[in-house]
């Protein structure tokens, strides 16, 4: 009876493995789609497409996923909360976990959306659709009060300038962005060298580099 139950489950992430490949084609180098095997979490990933968060097959299962193993309560479906990639990029996530006939979670398919990617776009189709010339305005004098989160936006807003994101700039566009934050005094803030080449996909010696 165990071997049919096994191989139940077995087919069954078999099934969830062909929606994860064919969910990951669909969005090519936006949406991050991760199959995880909850039979084993010490190697949970059985697939995953889009690679956005640098994680690789045969990874150990998330926080979540534990959380799902440890509680057959637990819900089945968690849509759009708030998360982030190691690098820093926000994601909108949603992670769908999959019961066998037992009642036991052993499978869950999670979808990360880049959501940097989008925001370029959104900021340009405001530019686009806006009644009144608007200008950006000097920042303040004063740095004190500037964090991550405005910087992100800032480099975000100035590379949708360009119709791009920051990490498709080009060479020249990615060292005419840092000039610009580095004529406007974002240098000066704490740790913006390293947020600014993680934007931007670079070294933080290359960040101060194209600042020269």
């Known amino acids: 009876m165990e071997g049919v139950v096994d191989g139940a489950d077995e087919h069954l992430i078999g099934e969830a493995e062909k929606i994860a490949v064919a969910l990951g084609r669909m969005f090519p180098g936006l949406c991050e789609v991760v199959l995880h095997d909850l039979r084993d979490p010490r190697h949970a990933i059985r697939a995953i497409e889009n690679n956005l968060s640098g994680r690789q097959v045969g990874d150990s299962a998330t926080e979540l996923g534990l959380a799902r193993i440890a509680d057959p309560e637990y819900p089945s479906v968690l849509q759009n909360y708030p998360n982030r990639f190691p690098d820093g990029r926000p994601v909108?996530?949603?992670?769908?976990?999959?019961?066998?006939?037992?009642?036991?979670?052993?499978?869950a398919l999670c979808l990360n959306l880049d959501v940097s990617v989008l925001s370029p776009v959104t900021l340009t189709l405001s530019h686009l659709v806006a009644t009144e010339t608007e200008h950006r305005e000097q920042p303040p004098e004063t740095l004190r009060d500037r964090n991550t989160r405005e910087l992100r936006h800032t480099v975000e807003e100035l590379a949708a300038e360009r119709a791009a994101t920051p990490r498709s700039l080009s060479r020249q566009d990615k060292k005419a962005l840092v000039r610009?934050?580095?004529?406007?005094?974002?240098?000066d803030s704490r740790d913006a060298a390293q947020t600014i080449a993680d934007l931007l996909g670079v070294s933080r010696a290359t960040v101060y580099n194209y600042s020269k």
């Open 180 to 187: 610009q934050l580095h004529q406007d005094g974002y240098f």
């Open 92 to 107: 909108k996530s949603t992670s769908i976990g999959l019961k066998n006939a037992a009642g036991e979670y052993i499978a």
